[in-house]
């Protein structure tokens, strides 16, 4: 092992190699992905940087293959991720649910481009953050963050793996080709604080391996630990095995999303500027509410109260506090590279009680700050 | 054909398993049909453990979906019952993240080479450290008898009313070209041979591949009039032919003719997991 896997200081990179650090700071030493823009980076970089600390990097023959191989990576012990783009993110889905079936902790990464299909391959997009929450059949909870910057790329990165070893849950992390390709200041912490796996407690004769704790998660034992463990994506009883009535199917589905619920207000993270006398409220994330900041500071020039709460975590998403918003402002503006994906949660949240104005593009480009001022001023009554 | 009516056999009061020690005894009896080959397979497979005396916390078997993928469920080992055809991916990076373990992939021919069928070739291709199982009954039990990639032609089956008129797969050439360092083929009437093939497949080091040619008298075997189970064992008797180290392009299944079994490749070449320590250590100068 290389006596520091961490390069703590002050870097200049960009949003996909700042994943690549903090993964590998938060101990990730098994990634499998396959070849794809605007992820490349992420991959590169672990291909060089993971042999060296004891890691193991593998490209695989698909992106399905890639999502198995981390879900079998952390049932191996390992601290487990991969990173795609939309067309393999599209392909990631069935393993993501065996993710969430079998309760394994591991980090999804997705670089998101133009789309539907092959899309813009080289140009930004958010189009991707309903099937983000959707994606993979039958209903689940899923927790999916959005950094906005490269700084923030590495440390929503340690974030992930945190929350996943916490949940015992896949972690999404949404990010989009400008933040991935940008190049900023990094810095990076000499120690990162991360959760570490949940351990059984009992030895192997009183260990029940779906039997959740009091917070619904149940501690985790891999292969080779002597508990001798059968996981399976059926629907199962507290022992693992396979149980084909309605009854333990209701439980294990409602308790897989309740563990995440309960906890939401540990993992449901946004940043508010400007919000204390705001009275018009801007809802964006990634690289989108980089973009707001420039409109809202325009904005305040121009006489307009304007404010932002930018999503750190998109789901689950933060219900409580865009209701709140909905009783303080006189209109919102949702900004993001799709027609409307986001927006629709805050509709649902502020029913109705204030307008909503959406500055939304397909993606290929990021908004301009005018773009979206003009979207303040119309909800503000400007226009 | 004939159909034979016989007692049923008894159950010995008190009779436990010779394999007991590594069976869920509390999942059991199993789901499979009355003269399917599985149960064959799966104490066979038992025996090949006990006989390696591998240590049982150490072994983890991974299956994909279908009736073969239930085995999985009923070995008291790490057991990991996938999604349909990604056993081989999930089991790659099992192995990889843990090379202490020793990893086996049992699995049927449509979860491994139609569905999963990519997954086998590159997981060869690299000589990936595993042993993968694949039980051959023809068609697709599990769902109800449909077509598969290694249904013989005229084959008929839920989704081949006229008869297949798809070319099959050879497994035995295609793992074999695929890279595999070790492939043989047995059939469910071969206990100890196959046992022995378990066996040296498990210690060989790399990819390996173990083909069982499996009754399946609900669904392949009623619908072509193969009788029951055991009239298609009897049908192995009089049609299998070993001969070890054969051509792994003259091992075609073809209906009411002769076919190959034994042993048709064994090869010693490094795995991929010694490949990437090797790469580490020479980049590193051995200072990992």
């Not at chain 1, 910057?149 to 070893?165: G, H, K, M, W």
Request: hydrophobic letters at 40%; one cysteine or more; a negative charge.
């Amino acid at each position: 092992m290389s006596p520091k896997a961490t390069l703590a200081g002050i870097h200049f990179m960009n949003g996909d190699e700042a994943i690549a650090e903090g993964a590998i700071a938060a101990g990730c030493r098994f990634f499998a992905a396959y070849p794809i823009t605007p992820q490349s980076e992420i991959a590169e970089r672990l291909a060089w940087r993971l042999p060296r600390v004891g890691g193991t990097f593998i490209q695989m023959e698909d992106e399905i293959a890639a999502m198995a191989a981390v879900v079998g990576g952390a049932w191996g012990g390992a601290k487990a991720m991969t990173a795609t783009s939309g067309p393999g993110f599209s392909l990631m889905m069935e393993n993501l649910g065996l993710a969430i079936m079998t309760e394994t902790p591991c980090v999804l990464v997705n670089v998101q481009r133009g789309a539907p299909s092959t899309g813009l391959p080289t140009a930004v997009g958010q189009g991707d953050m309903m099937q983000a929450r959707w994606g993979s059949h039958g209903h689940y909870e899923i927790i999916a963050l959005v950094p906005a910057s490269p700084q923030e790329a590495f440390d929503l990165t340690v974030r992930a793996f945190s929350l996943a070893e916490r949940f015992r849950v896949p972690v999404l992390l949404m990010t989009d080709e400008v933040v991935g390709h940008m190049y900023e200041r990094v810095e990076i912490p000499d120690e990162v604080p991360i959760a570490p796996r949940r351990r059984p407690t009992v030895p192997p004769s009183e260990f029940v391996p779906f039997a959740p704790g009091p917070d619904l998660v149940p501690p985790m034992a891999c292969a080779g630990e002597g508990y001798r463990v059968h996981v399976t994506g059926l629907t199962h009883d507290e022992r693992g095995y396979p149980d084909m009535s309605d009854g333990a199917h209701d439980r294990l589905v409602r308790r897989l999303c309740d563990k995440i619920l309960r906890y939401r207000n540990e993992i449901t993270f946004y940043e508010e500027v400007g919000l204390d006398d705001a009275e018009i409220a801007v809802v964006s994330y990634g690289i989108s509410a980089r973009v707001a900041y420039g409109a809202i500071a325009r904005a305040r020039e121009a006489g307009i109260k304007a404010g932002m709460l930018r999503l750190i975590t998109a789901w689950p998403f933060p219900d409580e506090r865009v209701r709140a918003l909905a009783d303080q402002v006189k209109g919102i503006v949702v900004v993001e590279l799709n027609l409307g994906q986001m927006s629709r949660e805050v509709e649902r949240a502020i029913q109705g009680k204030v307008p909503l104005v959406g500055v939304f593009h397909a993606g290929g480009r990021i908004h301009t700050p005018e773009e979206v001022l003009a979207g303040i001023e119309e909800v503000a009554g400007c226009r | 054909m004939q159909v034979k009516t016989k007692p049923a056999p008894e159950i010995v009061p008190g009779a436990r398993h010779p394999m007991e020690k590594y069976l869920r005894t509390d999942r059991l009896p199993h789901i499979w049909c009355s003269g399917c080959g599985l149960g064959t397979v799966l104490g066979n497979f038992l025996y090949a453990v006990d006989e390696l005396g591998w240590d049982p916390d150490k072994v983890a078997v991974v299956s994909g979906i279908g009736c073969t993928g239930r085995i999985a469920g009923y070995l008291k080992l790490d057991t990991y019952h996938t999604t349909h055809g990604r056993a081989i991916a999930f089991a790659t990076g099992l192995k990889l993240a843990n090379p202490n373990l020793h990893v086996a992939v049992i699995s049927g021919d449509g979860d491994l080479f139609a569905i999963g069928g990519n997954h086998l070739i590159h997981a060869a291709r690299r000589n990936i450290d595993l042993t993968v199982v694949c039980v051959n009954n023809f068609n697709y039990g599990m769902t109800g008898g449909q077509v598969g990639p290694t249904t013989p032609l005229e084959g008929r089956t839920t989704t081949t009313p006229f008869g297949n008129f798809e070319h099959p797969f050879n497994l035995v050439h295609l793992a074999a070209s695929a890279g595999a360092s070790y492939v043989a083929r047995w059939t469910t009437l071969d206990g100890r041979r196959l046992q022995k093939g378990l066996v040296e497949a498990m210690a060989h080091n790399g990819f390996t591949f173990v083909e069982v040619i499996s009754p399946c008298p609900t669904n392949y075997g009623r619908r072509n009039r193969l009788g029951e189970g055991l009239d298609e064992l009897r049908y192995y008797a009089e049609h299998a032919v070993i001969r070890h180290g054969a051509d792994p392009r003259e091992a075609e299944i073809v209906p009411g003719k002769r076919f190959l079994v034994g042993k048709f490749i064994e090869v010693d070449k490094p795995t991929y997991h010694e490949m990437y320590a090797a790469k580490v250590a020479e980049m590193t100068g051995g200072k990992t």
